[in-house]
């Protein structure tokens, strides 16, 4: 079993910045692909960034040079940084990871971009 809590939503206005972590509950370092996902009121979850160990990263077409996804393995703990927010960025963010066969999610944390 692994936990995942993310922290660090809010409320922002339209073109602020906002920083969500993620914290598992063992350590990342063995673990290749981490990743965020959003969801909207009314929508599928749908794919945000994600990253490998060695640090290659890749992003939604509609985040993409907006927001940057990052990892302090020694924290055990995934970062969403996102600037120039937009108000159809209003979603819950989730962190993912996949271990084991098996695939985890944290329990999410409110993003609402006011315009």
């Known amino acids: 079993q692994v936990q995942l809590v993310e922290s660090g939503g809010g409320l922002v206005q339209a073109g602020g910045s906002l920083r969500l972590s993620c914290v598992a509950s063992?350590?990342?370092?063995?673990?290749?692909?981490m990743g965020w996902y959003r969801q909207a009121p009314g929508k599928q979850r749908e794919f945000v960034a994600g990253i490998s160990n060695g640090g290659s990263t890749n992003y939604a077409h509609s985040v993409k040079g907006r927001f940057t996804i990052s990892r302090d393995n020694a924290k055990n703990t995934v970062y969403l940084q996102m600037d120039s927010l937009k108000s159809e960025d209003t979603a819950v963010y989730y962190c993912n990871l996949a271990v084991g066969g098996a695939v985890y999610w944290g329990q999410g944390t409110q993003v609402t971009v006011s315009s």
């Open positions: 063992r350590s990342i370092s063995s673990i290749n692909f």
